[in-house]
């Protein structure tokens, strides 16, 4: 007579209350959204904004006697724009989805930052080589590879904005110099106006 194999040791029951599991898995799903969100936080006004800003530069800067004072003149509007965009995001992101501080906000910013100052860089390189007629093409470039780079992790318009900026400053580098103001007008003002408009309707403010 065959001898009765002993039965296998159950395992353990998982002992962990009900209620922290389901806290543990909520927490998992939400880790799981927010790697994979995309940013909201672009904002439309706040773009709008930069772009009348610009618009009065490119005006300003085509009525200085010499490159020293344009280039005062556009630089002085790159902080003002800065500030602006800076602000407008924040509080846009503030009253969504995804504030700065979330992944998608931080991802955002660490793919939208380096071609920023790469541009301000090349700007102080420029500037001292006295090469001062490639500063339109190099501060649309990039921009351009700025916002497409950040605006791949944000709503699908946004990297089509950063496309039309490379596509005019390959223009400024193929037209005379003496175009370049009126690109930097096209670029940063009307780009941004449109844009502006069109992610404020669309994607909220």
């Known amino acids: 007579m065959p001898r009765p194999r ?11 209350p009900l209620e922290d599991r389901a806290r543990e898995n909520l927490a998992f799903i939400r880790d799981t959204m927010e790697r994979a969100g995309a940013f909201t936080g672009v904002p439309g006004w706040g773009g709008v904004g930069m772009g009348v800003t610009a618009l009065v530069a490119a005006w300003l800067a085509a009525q200085q006697p010499s490159v020293e004072r344009w280039l005062l003149v556009w630089v002085g509007e790159g902080w003002l724009a800065f500030a602006i965009g800076v602000v407008a995001m924040v509080r846009k992101a503030s009253a969504g989805d995804t504030p700065l501080t979330s992944r998608p906000g931080r991802r955002f910013v660490l793919a939208y930052t380096p071609p920023i100052l790469a541009g301000a860089l090349l700007t102080l390189a420029l500037y001292r080589a006295g090469n001062t007629t490639l500063l339109p093409a190099t501060w649309l470039l990039c921009y ?11 709503v699908r318009v946004v990297p089509v904005m950063g496309g039309c900026f490379l596509a005019l400053g390959a223009a400024a580098l193929l037209l005379p110099a003496a175009a370049g103001n009126a690109l930097l007008a096209a670029g940063f003002g009307g780009l941004h106006i449109g844009f502006g408009i069109w992610i404020a309707r669309r994607h909220g403010g």
């Open 6 to 16: 002993p039965l296998a040791p159950r395992p353990p029951a998982d002992e962990t």
């Open 144 to 154: 351009g590879a700025a916002v497409t780079t950040g605006g791949a992790l944000s």
